[in-house]
T-cell receptor
Framework: EADIYQTPRYLVIGTGKKITLECSQT?????MYWYQQDPGMELHLIHY???????EKGDLSSESTVSRIRTEHFPLTLESARPSHTSQYLC????????????FGPGTRLTVL | GQSLEQPSEVTAVEGAIVQINCTYQ??????LSWYQQHDGGAPTFLSY????GLEETGRFSSFLSRSDSYGYLLLQELQMKDSASYFC??????????????FGDGTTLTVKP
């Protein structure tokens, strides 16, 4: 079944740790996105990719980095987590359709102590 | 740049009709989308308007007027499960390859018995 997956779903870590949030999709989509969203607040685009080896920063400045080595995989890495990074991180993908419908993963809720 | 405005909160009763407005300031865009997000969940795509006019999908309809820089989502026969946040989004010109969208701040709909 075509889908988009994120792991872990929940993560609690200490300040200064390096973490990688995983995102994979099985829909063959060329475009993928990372959003940051605080509870009850708007979505902020932090990274996007329109294909393998192509990544761009989004509208919201972020200390995270991303890579796109394979079409289906778009991991997000924080080299040194801080309490200000506490948030929900949503991964999404979209295909060639004119609607640009974005399919979202279940999200990773990150808490940095 | 792009700016989308939505009411922050709307309350209605079961069985009623509610309209969630989205006004925007943008230099040009391909279409207006709507997403639904339940508390703690991920956004899911609801509808897309590329052209002016009304698009109907079951109980939900979406409208776009480019000349008025305005769109809305109309929810009919409201059900308790419709309580959620609703986001409008535009895909601006000049981002064909990336398919990047800009999201509004979201409207929290509360449906009461």
């Amino acid at each position: 079944e075509a889908d988009i997956y994120q792991t872990p779903r929940y993560l609690v870590i200490g300040t200064g740790k390096k973490i990688t949030l995983e995102c994979s999709q099985t829909m063959g989509h060329d475009k993928m996105y990372w959003y940051q969203q605080d509870p009850g607040m708007e979505l902020h685009l932090i990274h996007y990719s329109y294909g393998v080896n192509s990544t761009e920063k989004g509208d919201l400045s972020s200390e995270s980095t991303v890579s796109r080595i394979r079409t289906e995989h778009f991991p997000l890495t924080l080299e040194s987590a801080r309490p200000s990074h506490t948030s929900q991180y949503l991964c999404a993908s979209s295909g060639q359709g004119s609607y640009n419908e974005q399919f979202f993963g279940p999200g990773t809720r990150l808490t940095v102590l | 740049g792009q700016s989308l405005e939505q009411p922050s909160e709307v309350t209605a009763v079961e069985g009623a009709i509610v309209q969630i407005n989205c006004t925007y300031q943008t230099s040009g865009f391909y279409g207006l989308s709507w997403y639904q997000q339940h508390d703690g969940g991920a956004p899911t795509f609801l509808s897309y308007n590329a052209l002016d006019g009304l698009e109907e999908t079951g109980r939900f309809s979406s409208f776009l007027s480019r000349s008025d820089s305005y769109g809305y989502l109309l929810l009919q026969e409201l059900q308790m499960k419709d309580s959620a946040s609703y986001f409008c989004a535009v895909r601006p010109w000049g981002n064909t390859n990336a398919g990047k969208s800009t999201f509004g701040d979201g409207t929290t709909l509360t449906v009461k018995p």
